[in-house]
T-cell receptor
């Protein structure tokens, strides 16, 4: 039973390039969450999606960042025109339903380095 | 979601029980207590959660005080692989909302 799969595991981009991070949730999970962890800091919530819908993007920076979770395929976190401050670990989590008894299952993250 | 307070770091000898405290004095009646941990360079791992009763699973036990203002996560026989940052999170939306991770407790298991 595969867990949450994130790829790539490591991603290096030059300033100004685009970064695309992919997340395949656990089988049967229709809720996806993205978190960012800056070096030596805690995890910060970015966005919560269900299939084809963004439910809560209150943690997303207003510019350059976008997320989608299409009907088919993985969830994508897209960062346009990356800057050095975007260097961080990006974690995806999934759950089957929304509710009090529904823990999140996390992937092992994508480590983005902007040079 | 209610705020939690945890010690910054703790040590525990290998093979002994590790008891990690968490204060959540402003918890409300419909909020759950969740515990996650993050081993270095990995994603957070769900451990256990509870509402008011004590809970146990294959990883740990969760003891919640009667007034629900604090809880303790117990790892019964700590191993070196249990060295990690442990996060106590209180959430009304349950595990499936945007969890707010604080700084957690860095538990170091000593050989």
């Amino acid at each position: 039973n595969a867990g949450v799969m994130q790829n790539p595991r490591h991603l290096v981009r030059r300033r100004g390039q685009e970064a695309r991070l992919r997340c395949s949730p656990m089988k049967g999970h229709s809720h996806v969450y993205w978190y960012r962890q800056l070096p030596e800091e805690g995890l910060k919530f970015m966005v919560y999606l269900q299939k084809e819908n963004i439910i809560d993007e209150s943690g997303m920076p207003k510019e350059r960042f976008s997320a989608e979770f299409p009907k088919e395929g993985p969830s994508i976190l897209r960062i346009q025109q990356v800057v050095r401050g975007d260097s961080a670990a990006y974690f995806c989590a999934s759950s089957p339903v929304k509710g009090n008894n529904s823990p999140l299952h996390f992937g092992n993250g994508t480590r983005l380095t902007v040079t | 979601d209610a705020k939690t307070t945890q010690p910054t770091s703790m040590d525990c000898a290998e093979g002994r029980a590790a008891n990690l405290p968490c204060n959540h004095s402003t918890i409300s009646g419909n909020e759950y207590v969740y515990w996650y941990r993050q081993i270095h360079s990995q994603g957070p791992q769900y451990i256990i959660h509870g509402l008011k009763n004590n809970e146990t699973n294959e990883m740990a036990s969760l003891i919640i005080t009667e007034d629900r203002k604090s809880s303790t996560l117990i790892l019964p026989h700590a191993t070196l692989r249990d060295t990690a940052v442990y996060y106590c999170i209180v959430t009304r939306g349950g595990g499936a909302d945007g969890l707010t991770f604080g700084k957690g407790t860095h538990l170091i298991i000593q050989p």
